[in-house]
């Protein structure tokens, strides 16, 4: 029997609830010999994470009717929505990515729902998803970037050796966000590396077996890293990434299609940018400075007023991937073209944190408004008190690039705390392309919380949405991982305070 779990724009609903008659179609096998399987199962979320959440997987072969089945826990599956299916070609190997999105609408706030994926010849996969509460109410979500692929490898001199920065602990941060169930979880760039692998698309491939087991429960939503700029992959380097997700629309170009976002999930609005448009240092496969031609900032900006003079919103989280902030020596430093034009747009319109990576370790700043007026733009602590924290007079920004890497940071940090920041680049090498960063040392008064004995974590954010007339709050946990069973560690915890809105 199959009973309707919610209205689904454009579904069509397969048998009669009540009709004994009905065919299953889920087990149906149409004798497609050789179908390939469904693989990578992962959810986004839509730009209302209540209503909307998009269920993608992908293949190499066509395949054909590839859609997933609706339904609740208590009625089963009902419903079919089709999935439309992107491609990229990988230019180094020529073997094209077909990757299936079914877009599932209208669906009810708060609520469990049970689906499969499917396309013709292949068995199903299963998975659950929550849509997030309408308006204020609790809910976790939790973050890490930087992550990498599990891989054993071998070690040596004490790092693992392979050709995409992975390690063991790419797969310990997995089961570690699992088993701490969040709502939805962000992915601060530098995803799997795969523009430094000799096999891109299993590079891939390797990801997302990895983190199914998790992003098929709950959304994984991402921000581009420069590791996700590919050599010849789509117009300026992410075609890979722009065709695996399938992130809400922010009326950008076709090209640039998924590089920036928003979405909400309660009274929390995330922003995800892309940061390649706007740092220095060259990262990437290629350098793309400056692609978006300002489009990105301008949509920012509209998005951070909009954000903030919206009653429903109390909290504007940030999530990309090279940092503002970084206190370790010998990685990357931060960014001064970042200072120069984000941290301006932040500042104005009051975004209460920033989460990203790029640097392998953790870190956080003090809440920091406003910046020096010196050459790397240091930006100003607005207070020091380090376990509560008002973001309404000030930004707190967080690293959390230990996320898998074989090539962690938190052994590099400065001490007393200084910052390394990129103010520009040198001219091309030629031998190899890359612009050389041009560095500038500053002190680091914005400076919080440093963690230099833990390689791998991820942080946890539970947000209570206070009472009528107070204060909401989010409660933050850093957890350091070490083993493939989620255990996970508390190592820095703290709370983030603001005004309630109106409502
Ligand atoms: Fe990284
Ligand atoms: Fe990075």
Known sequence: MFTVGAGVGGA???????????APELWSRPGTVGAPGVAGLHLQFGADASREVVVSWHTTAPVSRPRVLLGSPAGGLGLTVPADTTTYRDARSGTEVRVHHARLGSLRPDTEYVYAAVHDGAPPELGTVRTA??????????????????TL?????????????GSPAAGDVTAAVEAAAPLFHLVNGDLCYANLATDRVRTWSDWFNNNTR??????????????????????????????????????????????????????????????????????????????SGGAQRRWL???????????DIDWIVVCMHQV??????????????????????????????VVCGHEHHYERSHPIRGQQPNDTRTPMPVDTRTDVVDTSRGTVHMVIGG???????NHLFFSPARCRVITGVGAPDPNTGKRAPIY????????????????????????????????????????????????????????????????
């Not at 204020?136 to 599990?150: K, L, N, Y």
């Open 153 to 165: 490898g071998k070690q040596v001199n004490g790092t693992w050796v392979n050709d995409n920065l």
């Open 403 to 409: 996320g898998g890497t074989s090539v962690p940071s």
């Open 214 to 291: 998790s992003a098929r429960y709950r959304p994984w939503m991402p921000a581009a890293g420069n590791h996700e700029n590919e050599l010849g992959n789509g117009p300026i380097g992410y075609g890979a990434y722009q065709t695996y997700f399938s992130v809400p629309d922010s009326g950008a170009d076709p090209e640039l299609r998924g590089l920036w976002y928003a979405f909400t999930a309660g009274s929390v609005r995330v922003i995800s940018l892309n940061n390649d448009d706007v740092a220095y240092q060259d990262g990437g496969n290629s350098y793309v400075h400056g692609y």
């Open 12 to 22: 069509v609903l397969l048998g009669a609830p009540g009709s004994a008659s009905a």
């Open 301 to 311: 900006e509209a998005e951070l007023a909009a954000s903030r003079s919206n009653p």
């Open 440 to 503: 500038v040392l500053e002190d680091a008064p914005w400076s919080a919380v440093r963690d230099p004995d833990h390689s791998y974590g991820f942080a946890a954010f539970d947000v209570d949405p206070g009472k009528p007339g107070g204060t909401t709050s989010i409660s933050v946990t850093y957890y350091a991982v070490s083993d493939p069973y989620g255990t996970a560690t508390p190592v820095d915890h703290f709370t983030l305070t603001r005004p309630r809105g109106a409502r």
């Open 133 to 150: 509460p309408r308006g204020r109410a609790p809910f976790r979500f939790t973050s890490f970037g930087d992550q990498g692929t599990p």
């Open 324 to 353: 503002v902030v970084s206190t370790v020596d010998k990685a990357n430093g931060a960014d001064l073209g970042i200072r120069e034009n984000w941290v301006p747009l932040f500042d104005r319109y009051g975004v209460d944190l």
